[in-house]
């Protein structure tokens, strides 16, 4: 998730992991688990970065 992110992880990622954990968890299916990332708020919603 971090990877897909580009972004360190934080306290408000937690709900969105544990919900993507569930609906992968009977299925153990790398894919499966792709597109739930994928389908995220986190990832499909993504704030701009800051310019350096």
Known sequence: MTYALGRELVAEDHPILEDI???????RDLVALLVAVVQSDPFRVRRAQEAP
């Open 21 to 27: 954990l569930q609906s992968v968890a009977a299925d």
